[in-house]
């Protein structure tokens, strides 16, 4: 519209180029099909506002905990309803062995929320830490009311689970809150993961101390820390190393994933064979036949074995004081030709888990170097069932 028509009318007789009229129409005035198109867009309209509604409200409850109607079943996913809207729980994220019926009551967290044609899906999980961590915040007061804090959870769902928890309040026991008087409040969330078995391990500052509780029902002897590569050797007693490693590794390999620590565990005979051939296999300097003069300063920077020759760099080699890089190459190429005519003895054997591992075969055993060769592996210690709540030893300071 021009300005000169607009101004034709009387209420905008100051229109200028750029400014918006509005005119009132008759509902007379329109036709059949306008009636119809208007009231498709209205419809359109109204239902977008409430898809995005929906997109906004579980997006903010991401990870946190809901409840809903088990509405229908198909193909082992479960359709649940909300509050306000649909949610999905695949089967991949339902725990191993659990059924659900139409109309059961049934708990999970929000995973995701994905959009799509037919409006924003909430993908639900039972199977995530989330969900163990949600379960103690309900179950447990003094970690609603943050006195009780969860540091971490490691879980294999339907079978074992990890949680280390820690009392910001030294008046609070943390392991018995979680537990209740008789088990009441840990046995409740059994009950909901359908069986499923808790370790609450009470959290540590000093990692050795942290590893070692999280091994429990093992006990360990000694841990030994590998700061640089973020790695502990956890020593053992004999008796002692099927139950650490649990039944297909399972026990170990929640402990690293509690940690986030790469565990390395060997039994106390293992670690006696393997300083014995390291003690062996020590190739001292003076062997290699290089010289009082090279010898003498190889030691006085610390070199004292062919080991630890082969493993100090190049460029170092060369900064010592009356040693080139023809020298250098020579002591090397020597050291190289001394252990290729004298190999060591094989490393005794060590159970390595790392917490990237996965889950291991369902009816699959991890055995030792011994046990393989022995044909049997020692069975892992019953404990009672539901959950494990390994006590802090008495010099042990809870609130380190």
Request: net charge negative.
């Amino acid at each position: 519209m021009t300005v000169a028509e607009a101004r034709q009318f009387p209420q905008y007789r100051d229109a200028n180029v750029g400014d918006v009229l509005a005119f009132p129409l008759r509902i007379e005035e329109f036709g059949r099909n306008a009636i119809q198109t208007a009231k498709q867009v209205l419809i359109q309209r109204v239902r977008e506002a409430e898809r995005d509604k929906v997109f906004r409200e579980y997006s903010d409850k991401i990870g946190q905990l809901v409840r809903g109607i088990v509405q229908q079943v198909d193909r082992g996913n479960v359709i649940v309803k909300l509050d306000h809207s649909e949610g999905f729980l695949p089967a991949r994220e339902q725990i191993p062995r659990s059924y659900h019926r139409q109309g059961d009551y049934v708990r999970a967290v929000v995973l995701n929320v994905d959009k799509s044609i037919k409006g924003p899906q909430v993908i639900l999980s039972r199977t995530h830490p989330d969900f163990l961590r949600r379960l103690f915040e309900t179950e447990v007061p003094e970690i609603a009311e943050s006195i009780v804090e969860v540091k971490a959870v490691a879980r294999e769902a339907g079978f074992r689970s990890k949680i280390s928890v820690f009392s910001t309040d030294p008046r609070v026991d943390a392991v018995g809150s979680c537990v209740g008087l008789k088990g009441s409040r840990v046995q409740s969330i059994v009950r909901e993961l359908g069986g499923e078995r808790i370790d609450i391990v009470p959290w540590s500052q000093d990692p050795g101390v942290f590893v070692s509780r999280a091994l429990q029902p093992a006990k360990a002897m000694d841990v030994k820390v590998l700061e640089a590569d973020k790695r502990m050797m956890v020593i053992v007693a004999d008796d002692q190393l099927s139950l650490a490693i649990g039944k297909g590794g399972q026990n170990a390999r929640l402990a690293a994933k509690l940690t986030g620590w790469k565990i390395d565990l060997i039994s106390k005979s293992e670690e006696k064979k393997r300083q014995e051939i390291e003690r062996a296999n020590r190739v001292d300097v003076e062997k290699l036949e290089l010289g009082d003069a090279t010898t003498e300063k190889l030691i006085s920077e610390g070199i004292e074995t062919v080991q630890e020759l082969l493993a100090t760099p190049f460029e170092k080699l060369v900064e010592i004081q009356g040693i080139g890089e023809k020298t250098a190459e020579r002591i090397l190429a020597t050291a190289h030709e001394y252990l290729a005519a004298h190999p060591p003895a094989p490393p005794a054997a060590i159970e390595e888990f790392t917490p990237e591992m996965e889950a291991a075969p369902e009816g699959a055993v991890a055995v030792t170097g011994d046990e393989a060769a022995s044909g049997s592996a020692a069975p892992e210690a019953d404990a009672p069932e539901g959950v494990v709540a390994p006590v802090t030893p008495p010099d042990e300071n809870r609130g380190a």
